[in-house]
């Protein structure tokens, strides 16, 4: 089976946008949740989410464009492009990928939702001025997988063209299939995107409504705190995440920079409940990962460092600890984990892109990021959550998790690249 390697990374989000500005900003313990300016939201509930700041669609799109795709899509667009020109497949001047590679190189893209603010803006329309007013635009911009169609022409790749629509899981889920494809021999290079913004209000408003998300509106900056005892729901976070995931001896044949290799994934589903998880699921989808790494290197992994989940919210935090504990056979050999929601809010099906970019960059940094705004860490919560501060570690391998509504679960595990 191939072996497969990531050699380019892109990302937007409330605390930057690029990953090098984001990744600077977590380990510092910056936090990029404030009050709402997308949307009016004097009537709502909450107020505060993390929404991506002085990001100009035109620097990426030309401006003919921008009003045929959903915002979610034009983040997508700006982590993408950063993605490839780190990976050394395109460059500022020139977005097509050589000819020779673009069929045997493919996208998976990822949302929860997808274009969500369309989709109220033009049900409003249909509701107010008739079906004749709607945008001819409206289905194309919101459609999840149009994602990956307009980054595909942007960059010219003809090889598989996929997408999911996993909940908060989705973009690990894109990631295992991206992995998945190559070492089945599918293709030889996929880029990865996740995206998401559903900050308007549908989206906080739903949210709200199932009493998910934080009303800490006085205090944006604590109101996400995960594995803390006065958490109270989540707070709702826009942004993308790009992987470029490729074959190693494509990889090293063009000399490419590489940053990890994918040693292990699962996917699992709970079959409980379409909001509530059980320890179950999340256990099984990490338990996959750990048998595929074995089955790959010959050795049970030996996990240095974990991204969680980890939303803030009352049940989930509880019930990812108690998975975590269960699979490394109690809280002592547990290593340390951490959420970096706390500073970027949950990017729903973006979540796992962007996540997976900070556990690869704490990988090769050797520096863990902390989990921000722990002042009361909850006694049914008793891991290392690395609080407040970040913590330089040497780590060999790091694992990332990602769970959604409906019961559907993921789980990817990084190595350092050896030959």
Not at 138 to 165: A, D, Q, R, T, W
Not at 338 to 343: A, D, F, N
């Amino acid at each position: 089976m191939r072996r497969v390697v990531i050699t380019g990374l892109g990302t937007i989000n409330s605390v930057g946008n690029s990953v090098e500005e984001s990744f600077e900003a977590v380990v510092n313990g910056e936090c990029g949740i404030d009050k709402i300016t997308l949307f009016d939201v004097s009537d709502f509930p909450v107020k505060i989410a993390g929404e991506v700041k002085d990001f100009d669609p035109t620097t990426v799109m030309d401006k003919k464009e921008v009003k045929k795709a959903d915002r979610f899509i034009q983040l997508g667009i700006k982590a993408a492009k950063e993605a490839m020109i780190d990976s050394g497949f395109t460059n500022e001047d020139n977005n097509k990928v050589d000819d020779s590679i673009s069929e045997r190189f493919g996208i998976i893209s990822a949302s929860g939702i997808g274009g969500l603010g369309t989709i109220q803006k033009n049900s409003v329309v249909c509701e107010n001025r008739g079906p004749k007013r709607i945008s001819p635009f409206f289905i194309p911009s919101s459609l999840v997988n149009m994602l990956g169609g307009f980054i595909s022409i942007e960059h010219g790749l003809k090889g598989p063209s996929l997408s999911h629509v996993t909940a908060c899981a989705a973009s690990t889920h894109a990631l295992a299939d991206a992995a998945k494809t190559i070492m089945l021999n599918g293709a030889d290079r996929i880029l990865v995107v996740g995206a998401e913004s559903a900050i308007c209000g549908a989206g906080v408003g739903g949210f709200a409504a199932m009493k998910a998300l934080s009303t800490r509106n006085d205090d944006p900056k604590k109101a996400s705190r995960p594995f803390d005892t006065n958490r109270d729901g989540f707070v709702m976070g826009e942004g993308a995440g790009a992987l470029v995931v490729e074959d190693l001896e494509s990889a090293k044949a063009r000399g490419a920079k590489i940053y990890c290799e994918i040693i292990g994934f699962g996917e699992s589903g709970d079959a409980n409940h379409i909001t509530a998880p059980v320890m179950d699921g999340p256990l099984r989808a990490m338990k996959a990962a750990f048998a595929m790494a074995k089955n790959i290197t010959g050795v049970e992994p030996k996990i240095d460092y974990v991204n969680t989940h980890g939303t803030s919210t009352p049940v989930g935090d509880v019930n990812e600890t108690k998975a975590i504990k269960e699979l490394f056979g109690g809280v002592e050999n547990c290593p340390p984990v951490t959420s970096t929601k706390g500073q970027i809010g949950h990017c729903l099906g973006a979540a796992g892109a962007i996540e997976a970019i900070f556990a690869i960059k704490a990988l090769n940094h050797g520096i863990i990021p902390p989990t921000i705004n722990i002042e009361n860490q909850d006694p049914e919560c008793d891991l290392d959550y690395v609080p407040n501060v970040s913590r330089e570690l040497e780590l060999e391998t790091v694992m990332s998790n990602n769970f959604g509504f409906g019961g559907t679960n993921g789980s990817i595990i990084f190595k350092k690249f050896k030959d």
